[in-house]
């Protein structure tokens, strides 16, 4: 009996001295090297470098856009202001014929002016 009672004494000695001498078995992340982060930055800049440009390019598409949009709308609005001053000054001028032509005898006006 004792025999196995020393055994079982020198075996749980040995336990933890085997512990202390084992490798570790979960591997350490290897940090990674100056040229990895390098190539890294470099392809994060090149894909915010791209996503940038899209955006930029859909915005200058966009106020292009608009801009076209809104020339179009003032040129019509001012070719619609002139037409309306012409209308206007021709109206005015003819107003102004009809008002001489009373008085010029011999004309269509002065004719007309005489039988009201």
Sequence with gaps: MLPAVLAMAL?????????????ATTPMTAQPTATER?????SNAVNTTKRTTKKATTATKRTARKA???????????GGAIANAGHKTADA??????KIGEKVPGTAEHAAAKKQ
């Design 11 to 23: 075996v749980s000695l040995g336990f933890p001295a085997m512990a202390q001498t084992q490798p």
């Design 38 to 42: 390098a190539r890294e930055t470099g």
């Design 68 to 78: 076209g949009t809104a020339t179009k709308n003032v040129a019509q609005k001012t």
């Design 93 to 98: 001028m003819r107003s102004a014929g009809h």
